[in-house]
């Protein structure tokens, strides 16, 4: 397959650009945060955004879905990336409808997939317990009881923890943390008794919470998956994940080196525009060459999880590692090289660093992944 | 059965019945790579009947025209030549600067006349060809380049002298970037001429670089001349008179696609994990020394989006986007990286690698190449000049 994208792909994301121009551009993020909005996004716009398609993106039509696969749905991550527009897609679009698509049963299917489509329903998945990302840390217990399971515990860095109505959750069965045996995945509604979320508010303005477990009742029907063979499957859809950000970190690096080669080109020092000068333009050079990089790695690893999804984890790996690191640079060059506006709140550009911080924190940084790498190609 | 399906199997009917057992080894290393030329010894009776054989079917150069000596196969047919190639570890039976460079030059800009004359020789191994660009005072500057060239009725008089022209000791012929009129402005002056090797007027004197090799040389012209025809409708000059600085960007930005490697040269043979295994070894499935691991699988990631971006390049190339300044960029990052991947072989070999000569390195053979890539970031336009084109064509920075 040819890596680039189909007129199809193209034809997409031309139109969402254009919509996410009007509809959702960074102001309306510092409107977010400067209204200290409490779902963290605008349901009209994700409503919106339901309709054109989107929030089935990966969805089957036979669920209402548009089926467009992960490319499509990377496309609309970069995109969103661009004006770092606010809304439920990474957690409900990618990764619950992964999820729900890859693992879960015909009953989950028929219920979910034709409300995730709908925009009707938001979820959310929970995996961190610690400062940093690591599946196999996972601690929180699902003890047996009854028929059932009782989940006691505590998550971090929930995307969407707060407004979501359910949450898919990673919890061990069995084993100790550290070991990737024994991990089941449970699908829990959000107001189940015993569960309580605490929005936390992040540098980038967007949606993250803290998840209480106490003694949480799951059944067997709400398992998602096999019983202490989660890893695998989560694997899986945390590759998803991560193309995801890494497209959507591409997307804001672009943005924020468009932003700065845009100011080069008209902010005037010692009587010449200071994109004249060599010391600026090899390193705005060196950051196209980069942001190069990262796009041939993104497309990549979403090509692989339409093509193969099963083994589409080492290029996820290779994308959310690339794009993290280039998107902090770019965002790095970006304040630097816009002297001191670049530091004021009043200019977007904060917003992009902010973001990229966040998103190449979430679901491992560049050197959990460089690891990882490490690891699959046996050194 | 397809068409291509066909040529498939014709083709390895063919080299099974005509590539010599002693060409099938995968020819690895400069040592093996056959250059042809008037002045060529061939490695032994193999090497010879496996270039004559290969000439005469036209498949030194198959991508070109029948009637100019090549093979006159399309895209996907070469394709499976070379993969059939490949598949059975047959050598390549010729390169040389002909092929690489100015038969597509020749190709591009040279008349008829030029194509039938030159290009055929090339594609037969007899004559080896070098190229005369760079000079003592035209490096970067390529385009301010000295070396005089005048209008003696009948020929052409050339005084002045090139730097880093490669094998230029062994070559016959060379393709010189001349001044035909100093004064014009620096780029409207300069002509692409073909001259013979084979006169007083020329020298070589090959320099000796850190790597202890000498692949390059300095070639002075002290009243060497070319005629005005080689043979009858067969100018010397190739393109227009004065327009040779269209011929040598067109031919810069091909060396460039071919230095930033084709993805070639990156993962050739074992990766760098492997490699710093056997060296510093294994401590619970993980390299014993971790600083390293980490550059290692750094240097990892960028090396493989680098060949996924060359991959992306080439489609969008053949989606009719062309490929253009990116050349410049695939260049510097190409070139960058395969220094940064040898810095981290001779990290991981610590002193076993840093013997220059004898048996177990087999003189030093990674140190050799290591020092060689040095030259990678300068050869063909240096890291800072890709640098200054891509902020200039791609990101339409303004001039300094």
């Known amino acids: ?379 | 059965m397809s068409d291509l399906e066909a040529f498939r199997k014709e083709t390895r009917a063919w080299l099974e019945e005509n590539c010599p057992k002693e060409m099938r080894d995968g020819g690895a290393g400069e040592e093996n790579i056959c250059w042809g030329g008037r002045r060529w010894t061939f490695q032994s009776e193999a090497q010879k009947v496996w270039l004559e054989r290969m000439a005469a079917k036209g498949w030194t150069v198959p991508a070109w025209p029948k009637e100019y000596g090549g093979g006159g196969l399309s895209k996907e047919e070469v394709k499976i030549l070379k993969a059939e190639m490949r598949a059975m570890k047959a050598r390549s039976p010729l390169e040389s600067f002909g092929i690489w460079m100015l038969g597509p030059a020749l190709l591009k800009y040279g008349t008829h006349e030029q194509k039938l004359h030159f290009l055929p020789p090339i594609a037969r191994g007899e004559i080896r060809w070098c190229q005369g660009y760079s000079e003592p005072g035209a490096g970067s500057d390529l385009a301010s380049l000295q070396c005089k060239c005048e209008d003696k009725g009948d020929s052409w008089l050339i005084n002045g002298q090139k730097i880093w022209t490669s094998y230029a000791d062994e070559s016959d012929w060379i393709f010189v970037l001349v001044r035909t009129d100093p004064k014009a402005t620096k780029h409207n002056g300069i002509s692409f001429i073909l001259v013979d090797m084979d006169q007083a007027g020329v020298t070589t004197k090959p320099i000796k670089l850190i790597s202890g090799k000498s692949p390059f040389c300095e070639t002075f012209f002290d009243d060497a001349t070319a005629p005005k025809e080689h043979a009858p409708g067969v100018s010397a000059i190739v393109g227009e008179m004065n327009r040779g600085w269209d011929v040598a960007k067109y031919l810069l930005t091909h060396e460039r696609e071919m230095i930033s490697g084709g993805g070639g040269g990156l993962f050739g043979g074992r990766g760098l994990g492997e490699v710093a295994a056997q060296h510093v070894g294994l401590e619970n499935g993980r390299l014993a020394d971790p600083m390293l691991r980490a550059k290692i699988a750094k240097a990892e990631i960028d090396g493989w989006a680098f060949l996924l971006t060359l991959e992306r390049m080439k489609d969008e190339a053949k989606a009719g986007a062309g490929v253009g300044a990116n050349s410049s960029m695939l260049k510097y990052y190409g070139t960058e990286f395969n220094k940064r991947r040898f810095e981290l072989m001779m990290d991981a070999g610590g002193s076993d690698e840093l013997e220059w000569e004898g048996e177990r390195t087999k003189d030093g053979k990674l140190a050799k190449a290591w020092l060689r890539t040095k030259a990678n970031s300068i050869e063909g336009g240096t890291s800072e000049v890709q640098l200054n084109i891509i902020s200039k064509r791609i990101l339409e920075l303004p001039d300094a």
């Open chain 1, 1 to 379: 397959m040819p890596l680039i994208l189909t007129e199809e792909q193209e034809m997409l994301r031309d139109s969402a650009r254009g919509f996410l121009d009007e509809k959702a551009p960074v102001s309306a993020l510092r409107k977010l945060r400067d209204t200290n909005d409490p779902d963290g996004f605008d349901r009209a716009l994700w409503k919106e955004m339901a309709e054109m398609g989107w929030a089935g993106i990966l969805v089957e039509e036979e669920f209402g879905g548009a089926d467009f696969g992960f490319v499509g749905a990377g496309v609309l991550a970069e995109e969103m990336g661009r004006t770092l527009a606010a809304s439920p897609f990474q957690s409900t679009s990618i990764l619950a409808a992964t999820a729900l698509k890859k693992i879960a049963s015909d009953a989950h299917k028929q219920e979910y997939l034709p409300k995730i489509a709908a925009g009707e329903a938001l979820f959310a998945l929970a995996v961190d317990e610690g400062a940093k990302h690591g599946p196999a840390k996972t601690a929180m217990k699902a003890e047996k009881h009854g028929n059932g399971f009782k989940l006691s515990g505590d998550k971090t860095f929930v995307a969407d923890g707060h407004v979501a109505d359910r949450i898919i959750v990673a919890a061990r069965t069995a084993g100790e943390p550290g070991e990737t045996e024994g991990l089941t995945l449970f699908l829990v509604d959000a107001k189940a008794k015993g569960l309580s979320a605490e929005r936390t508010l992040m540098v980038d303005s967007r949606n993250a919470a803290r998840l209480a477990f106490d003694g949480v009742e799951a059944t067997g029907d709400d398992v998602i998956g096999e019983v202490d063979g989660g890893y695998m499957a989560l694997e899986g859809v945390l590759s998803a994940g991560r193309a995801g950000l890494a497209a959507e970190m591409s997307g804001a690096a672009q943005a924020a080196f468009k932003m700065t080669t845009d100011y080069l080109k008209e902010r005037k020092q010692f009587g010449k525009v200071i994109g004249s000068f060599q010391a600026l333009q090899h390193r705005a050079a060196h950051l196209y060459s980069e942001l190069e990089l990262v796009k041939s790695v993104v497309l990549k690893a979403l090509q692989d999880l339409d093509e193969n999804y099963g083994m589409a984890g080492v290029t996820c790996t290779l994308a959310k590692a690339k794009a993290g690191e280039v998107a902090k640079l770019a965002s790095q060059e970006a304040v630097q090289m816009h002297g001191g506006i670049g530091m004021t709140d009043e200019f977007d550009i904060g917003f992009y660093m902010k973001r990229i911080r966040v998103a190449q924190e979430m679901f491992g940084d560049t050197a959990f992944h460089a690891d990882r790498l490490a690891q699959l190609r046996g050194y």
